[in-house]
Every structure is written in C-alpha cells, then in structure tokens.
C-alpha cells in the first residue's frame, strides 16, 4: 500500500510538471479556472480599436479590461475619493434582486461623503484641497450667517473673535468681516458712549477701524486693577504691640470689572488678585454684593470714563483717562487707565456748585492696568 501512495504522488508530480506548475495546489487553481472560463462568456476572443487585444490566460484566451469601462466615471464628481476599480466591481457583484430603496439609500449614504470630502476637479494644490475639506467639514458652515452671529456668537466676549479668527482661515468669514465688525461695535459702543451714536464716517467708513481706534474699556475677559502701597508712619504709645525697627506697609487694591449693558462691578479691598476674581465670579453668577464690592455703572466720552458707585453709607464718582498704547508704559490697545478724580457725596449730588456734602479725594499715581483672565 506505501508503494502505490508513492507511484501516485510521483503520477500527479509528473502531470504538475507537464503543466508548467510546480505544485498540486497550483494544478488544482488551474483546473478550477479552467473550467470557469470554458463556461464564461468573456472567454472569446475580442478586438479593441481595431486591433486585436487578446490575452493569454492559462492558456486559453479571455477578454482584457477595457480603460473605457474602468476608468469612465474617473472624472464623474460623484465618484471622487472612491476607488473606480473597486467601485466598479462592487456595483457588477451586486445581487440583481437587491430592491431600487436600497440602491437610493447606498447612493445618498455616499454622495454627501464624496461630493464634501474632496475638491472639484479643478483644485490641485495641496493647501486649497485641505481648506475645502475643512470647510465642509466644519459644522459652523452648516448654520446660517444670522443663527452664528446673532445666537451664538453673540455671548461670546470681544476679544473671543480675534481668537476665533485664528482657529482656521475659512472662520474668518464670520469673525473678519466688515457686518461683523458692525455688531462688535454696536456692543461696544452704544451703551458705553454718552451720545449712544457710531458715526462711522469718522473713521475711514470702516467699523473695522472703527473697533481698533475709539477709545473704549475692555468688558469681559479680564478686569481693571490698581495696586496701592504706601509705608505707614507707625504711631507709637503705651498700646503699640509692633516692634522697633519694624516697617508697616499698607496696600489696597481697586478693581473694576466692566460689562457691555454700561455696568460695572467695582471693589476696593486688600484681597490680591488671586484670591479676589474667583470671588467676582460668584458675584457675577449670583449678582449677590458685599461691603467691599457693589455694581455700579459708567460711561465713556473720548479717553475720559466715568464711573458711578453707590455704597450703603454714601455715593462715590470716580473719573478716569485712558492711556494709549505705548504711552507712560501702557501696554496694549485700552489696558491702562489713570486716575483723575475721586469724590464722594452722601446725597448723590455730585454738582461742584450745588451739592454740600460732596468730598474730593486724593487720588494715586498708579494706573489700573488690565489683567487678561478668560474665566471672566
């Protein structure tokens, strides 16, 4: 029994080596595509352009791919981003009893991805091919114009849209346009000026320029500061518990947190500023007061603001001047505003003529400088 196993392997190695093969599975594969092409109908001898385009396969002849068939919707807008051979013998191994809902469905379930996906024809370049796909991509491109800037971007702070501006080229066209910059100072302008007008024609026509040159005070994402210190003569008697040679020194802070609707929330304490915003967030959250800390309002006309608080014991009227950039060691367009007046009157009367109890202040050197905090 050995021996005829053997005669029969060396039987079947012979008729592989007649063949042309070099293994019984490739003899096996080659009588399996035998028999696929002798009941195939592609299997004859066909001519392409009028010559003749046979191909050998097997030994036996078969129709070769045609680059017509292959290729014809290469160009087709609705195949971009697929693969055509592949595409192609997909849509040929589909059942042909498959319903036309499905077919509808599979052709809806593609289109928008390959249509959004990828660039027309006529873009090449690598960096157009990127920012239109980003752009179809970009939920924000799927809302309207009014829905964005009106009801979503509309409680966002001013300097969010600078920021915003730089997250992709194609998020300039609702942050760097010129309807845009109309709303910005439409929120910037009218409730913080005195007259409530824009006069546009002031500055080239342009709100744009507009934004960036009229004097204003920054709301939201950050707030005003003053640190004060002075060293305090130390008034020496039978009481005094502080020990020779000792220096005392007395610093304060004033803060002045402005919003858009004309309100400000102003504090004067000795809380630095680590410890005293997240206690203006609450404030804010809550609208909740304290001794040290009250809502009050202002307004600005040219560098000149003009703030308005009132505590529970009198009124208080600051007055201040914006500094521009690079003057007196201003940094930042608005960020600097010095301190020209300070009164106080029990009454609210704050006419230098009329009232009887109004109080005037010695005022610092120091600026209120603008401490950037987005959480604000």
């Known amino acids: 029994m ?9 039987v079947a190695k012979a008729i592989v080596l007649s063949h042309g093969l070099k293994s019984i599975g490739e003899f ?3 009588m399996t595509l035998s028999k696929a092409v002798d009941v195939s109908e592609d299997a004859a001898t066909t001519t392409t352009n009028g010559n003749a385009a046979s191909k050998v396969v097997w030994g036996r002849e078969s129709k070769p791919y045609d680059n017509t068939v292959l290729y014809q919707e290469e160009h087709n807008p609705k195949y971009y981003g697929k693969s055509t051979v592949a595409y192609n013998t997909k849509e040929k191994e589909e059942d042909d009893d498959s319903s036309s809902d499905d077919d509808e469905e599979e052709d809806e379930e ?4 390959t249509i959004t996906t990828l660039p027309t024809p006529t873009t090449t370049t690598t960096t157009t091919t990127t ?10 491109h799927l809302l309207p114009e009014e829905i964005l800037t009106l009801h979503i971007f509309s409680y966002l702070d001013v300097d969010y849209y600078a920021i915003l501006s730089l997250v992709h080229p194609t998020w300039e066209s609702f942050t760097r346009t010129e309807s845009i910059y109309k709303l910005l100072c439409q929120r910037c302008y009218l409730n913080q000026s005195k007259k409530k007008a824009l006069h546009v024609h002031r500055f080239q026509g342009s709100y744009r320029n507009m934004l960036y040159e009229r004097p204003r005070v920054k709301t939201g994402s ?5 640190k004060y210190s002075e060293v305090v003569k130390i008034q020496r008697d039978m009481w005094t518990e502080i020990p020779v040679g000792a220096v005392l020194e007395n610093i304060y802070y004033r ?3 402005f919003q858009e609707d004309s309100r400000v929330l102003y504090a004067l304490t000795h809380t630095p500023p680590h410890e005293m915003i997240p206690r203006i967030l609450r404030m804010k959250h809550t609208g909740e007061q304290t001794k040290s800390t ?6 600005v006309k040219g560098y000149d603001v003009t703030v308005w608080a009132s505590h529970p014991w009198h009124d208080v009227k600051m007055e201040m001047k914006l500094i521009p950039d690079g003057v007196d060691g201003a940094r930042g367009r608005f960020a600097a505003m010095s301190f020209e007046k300070h009164l106080s009157s029990g009454s609210g009367n704050f006419d230098e003529y009329w009232s009887n109890d ?12 603008f401490l950037r905090d987005w959480r604000l």
Do not use: C, S
């Open 2 to 10: 050995p021996i005829a196993l053997h005669q029969l392997a060396e």
């Open 28 to 30: 096996e594969e080659y």
């Open 110 to 113: 593609m289109t928008p991805k």
């Open 131 to 140: 920012t239109h796909t980003v752009a179809t991509h970009d939920p924000f």
């Open 222 to 226: 950050g707030l005003y500061i003053m």
């Open 255 to 257: 803060y002045m947190y």
């Open 294 to 299: 009250v809502w009050g309002r202002y307004e």
């Open 358 to 369: 109004l109080v005037e202040y010695k005022v610092p050197n120091e600026y209120f400088r």
